[in-house]
């Protein structure tokens, strides 16, 4: 007789005996029940709102259980450990359990919270792999202590996974690898790229000086993007495997002692400076800038430092980017589009003439769900009929602006037929 789960995905069971299963209620055994609950929230349209609802309040202990067994479902871990989903007391747990991937515990790192950190910090599995630590490491919000211990963690598992002492590197924390010994030392990165030497200071002194008050009030307001760290990297940025061949590395005195100086050392330096010889990524670099200097690399940074900052959740620094003078057209089409941007950058887009005169711009406004009402209607006017019909029938976007998008290529068809 087949499962309860596997009726429902072949679609067989009817609509009254699903509301039942996303609610929780059907008399099945515990394990299938979150099965059924965490299929039913990933792939239904219909029951996924109610059975995500059923499963954030879902009984403690039998979460537990379900995150301490290597023998569930691989979906329903994926679910649980997912950053979205995740509920700290589930953690310890999921960090133990081998069938939990070390690429599902890297997307969890990387946006962990300060108290999820220390949590895994303490896990003997996430000290001995490296992979989890450097991605601990590219964590925006990981404070200095944190990242002190992480590279003596990392700099300890170096020493006891080489036989042969490796040769001093001045300014370094740890050797390197074979994997990095072939490619060149990583230089430091600069404060502004190439295309940035050509911004004049008096254009970023300018803006600085028409948002001082802004500037001041939001005074050390850190990096924060909008929608979150981990939609901002994308599911590409964890290249990390599951390791089957991973022992278990107990807290040790040594370890300890070299995290406690490491910890003690960075004390004494400068909170906002890099990690002697570690390459930081993008986000890392962008995350020790205050709101001045994170102004200065939206008008001078490269391409890839403008789509971070886009979307930073601070108002001034996200209209800075669009005040660089080597913003693009592509860019801007880009922007126009994202519905992981603030309300005030859609709005000042349209106030740049230079971004009005590119058609794909005005187009991929009206079409933003996340566009003021107010705005893509009077965009709308603009649009050839084809798109006018194209935005008739986007569902993601508001009722009226469909309605009148109907309208007027309506409009536009008879006055056409006319000519």
Sequence with gaps: ????????????????????????????????????????????????????????????????????????????????????????KLLPALLENPSVSEGQLAKFAISASQESIDVMLQNPRVRASAGLLDMLRSNPYLKAQQSSAIAGLLSANQTESSPVPAPAVPHADEAPTAATAAEPAPQPVP???????????????????????????????????????????????????????????????????????????AARAKPAGPVAGQRDNTVQKINRLDVKGRIQLAMKGNKEERSILIRDGTKVVALAVLEAP??????????????????????Q?????????????????????????????????????QDLKNVSANKEISETVRKLAMKMYKQKLDAAAKK
Excluded: C
């Design 1 to 88: 007789m087949p499962r309860t789960i596997d009726l429902i995905r072949a679609s067989k069971l009817p609509s009254n005996m699903m509301q039942f299963a996303a609610k929780g209620a059907l008399s099945v055994p515990p394990d299938e029940n979150i099965e059924i609950l965490v299929y039913l929230a990933r792939n239904n349209k219909i029951f996924g709102d109610l059975a995500r609802m059923t499963l954030a309040g879902w009984d403690e202990k039998a979460s537990l259980a379900a995150a301490s067994d290597p023998k569930t479902a691989r979906e329903v871990l994926d679910y649980l450990v997912s950053p979205e989903n995740l509920r700290p």
């Design 349 to 385: 887009i349209p106030l740049k003439r230079r971004f009005m005169k590119n058609y794909i711009v005005v187009r991929n406004l009206v079409s933003n769900p996340r566009t003021p009402l107010d705005l893509g209607l009077g965009l709308m006017k603009h649009l050839q009929p």
């Design 191 to 265: 404060a502004a790229s190439v295309e940035g030497e050509e911004v004049p200071d008096e254009t970023i002194s300018a803006y600085l000086a028409e948002h001082a008050t802004e500037i001041t009030a939001e005074g050390d307001k850190p990096f924060q993007p909008v929608g979150g760290i981990l939609e901002l990297l994308g599911s590409d940025y964890f290249p990390v495997t599951e390791n089957k061949t991973m022992t278990e590395i107990a807290p040790s005195e040594p370890i300890a002692a070299a995290a406690s100086a490491a910890s003690a050392a």
């Design 326 to 347: 080597k913003l693009s057209d592509g860019e801007v089409e880009k922007f126009a589009l994202q519905k992981n941007v603030l309300e005030s950058v859609l709005r």
